[in-house]
């Protein structure tokens, strides 16, 4: 499996691709957690998800919040860290072409 993905001629790590994908839920006010990339994120597989995910934890780019993520059902919300936002933000503007 590649650690790395190609869109629009530009590659990516994917753990700033997951990053960018949870920051972009984050802007729009919506929670965030790793079922709901698996389902939602066609781009990478449940794999490459996941290990984005622990890279991400452990870069400090992500940190994770337990609350509630469907009605009635608990689990991690993903965030992305406030530090972080200043290097996520010009990534995701390239990403989602704002």
């Not at 190609?6 to 990053?19: H, K, M, P, Q």
């Not at 949870?22 to 996941?50: A, H, P």
């Not at 919300?77 to 290097?87: N, R, S, W």
């Amino acid at each position: 499996m590649s650690r790395q993905t190609t869109i629009a001629g530009v590659t990516y790590d994917n753990s700033l691709i997951v990053a960018c994908h949870v920051y972009d839920c984050q802007m729009k006010g919506e929670r965030v957690w790793f079922t709901k990339i698996v389902e939602n994120f066609k781009l990478l597989d449940k794999w490459q998800i996941s290990h984005a995910i622990d890279e991400c934890f452990d870069w400090g780019i992500l940190y994770g919040e337990y609350g509630e993520t469907v009605p009635g059902r608990g689990g991690r919300l993903l965030m992305v860290d406030h530090d972080a936002k200043m290097i996520i933000d010009p990534i995701w503007c390239k990403l989602y072409e704002i």
